[in-house]
């Protein structure tokens, strides 16, 4: 008879005694100007003290910005102790492309990948060159196949990747129903985890993930919240994605006397959303920053989420601290 094993445990007492904390992570993009890049880095900085697991850094429309898309992934992870999670999207590009691009970003230590398709452009300048990818799914597919040729390497830390997700349903798609046999296509090529578009209502994300659990998904869907202080934000939002903001929260936010009312009103809307959707099983929140932290802080404030503590990190150790290391 073989020796009794933990996973022999009745299970439910395993999982209540091990309760996973609620993950945390912030969406950067990067720097416009280069006047920009101070106030991007003060709000890292601010970020970093909360000890998320990873922020995500964003990827223009076909890679219009990727060197300073990579510039901010090597000095997030040579300067602070985030973990980056890279955005990557595959439209308009050949497998070939997309996999040297993949290459590079392993071997400068990204080690989380958020597979995009991206958006079609709208004035029709779109290039498809024979071999291009047609949707995540594929990209999904070749970062595997990237990560397969490099598996020495990556012994001590697999790419772990991301996808898409939508409370309401894509612009492109048929149905809501279309989307999540989407997530589970997804799924199947290898993805670990998605993140949500945008959304206004709780029962949203609820029904959404009502939905991937009866179509088979089983990987994480976690929320992705973004702090409504702006209604030119908003605006631009529902432009870009089709997703509407709730009417009530565009009055209330345009009858705010000034930014600090405003934000009070976003601040306060946010945090309930959050705090909805946590109740309904949310297994974590990525904040949307727009690269501003006060906001997004604010809203962590008031959540007081179960978080676990880490060791420093090497960015809060002071210089003094780092020579008193020195063996010699
Ligand atoms: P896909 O999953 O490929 O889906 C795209 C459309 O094709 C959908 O309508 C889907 O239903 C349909 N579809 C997919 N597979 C199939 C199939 N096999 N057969 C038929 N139809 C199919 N954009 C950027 O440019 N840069 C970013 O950094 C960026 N970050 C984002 C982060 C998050 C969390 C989210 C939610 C979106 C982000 N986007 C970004 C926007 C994203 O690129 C767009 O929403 C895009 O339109 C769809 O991308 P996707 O990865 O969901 O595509």
Redesign the pocket.
Same mark, same amino acid.
């Given at each position: 008879m073989s020796p009794p094993s933990i996973l022999t445990d009745p299970l439910e007492r395993v999982s209540a005694d091990h309760q996973a904390p609620v993950a945390l992570s912030y969406e950067l993009f990067p720097p416009r100007t280069p006047s920009a890049v101070d106030g991007l880095w003060a709000t890292i900085r601010e970020l970093e003290s909360t000890n998320p697991d990873y922020v995500s850094v964003? =990827? /223009? #429309?076909s890679g219009s910005n990727r060197d300073t898309a990579v510039e901010l992934l090597h000095r997030l992870l040579s300067e602070t102790s985030l973990r980056p999670l890279a955005?990557l999207?595959c439209i308009g590009n050949t497998a070939n492309e997309l996999a040297a691009i993949i290459a590079e970003l392993l071997d400068a230590g990204v080690r989380g990948i *958020?597979a *995009?398709?991206?958006?079609h452009r709208t004035d029709g300048s779109e290039e498809h060159p024979p071999g291009a990818l047609n =949707? #995540?799914?594929d990209l999904v597919e070749l970062i595997r196949r990237v990560e397969q040729r490099r598996s020495a390497m990556l012994a001590a830390g697999k790419v772990a990747i991301g $996808? #898409?997700a939508y409370p309401t349903r894509?612009p492109?798609?048929p149905s809501e129903q279309?989307?999540v046999e $989407?997530l589970l #296509?997804?799924q199947r090529s290898g993805a670990d985890f998605a993140?949500?578009?945008v959304f206004f209502h709780p029962e949203q994300y609820a029904d959404l993930l009502s939905r991937a659990k009866r179509a088979g998904v089983s990987i994480p869907i976690i929320p /992705?919240v973004m702090p409504f202080t702006s209604v030119k934000r908003l605006e631009r939002l529902a432009q870009l994605?089709g997703v509407q903001p709730a009417p009530e929260l565009l009055t209330a936010l345009s009858h705010a006397q000034d930014d600090g009312e405003r934000r009070r009103v976003g601040v306060r809307a946010t945090t309930e959303l959050a705090k909805a959707v946590l109740q309904v099983g949310a297994p974590g929140l990525h904040l949307y920053t727009f690269n501003q932290h006060q906001a997004a802080l604010e809203v962590l404030d008031r959540l007081d989420l179960p978080r676990p503590t880490r060791p420093a990190g090497r960015s809060s150790q002071q210089p003094s601290q780092l020579l008193s290391k020195d063996p010699s």
């Open positions: 964003t =990827y /223009g #429309a955005h999207t *958020l *995009l398709r991206g958006d =949707y #995540a799914q $996808v #898409a894509h492109e798609s279309h989307d $989407v #296509a997804k993140i949500t578009q /992705g994605t």
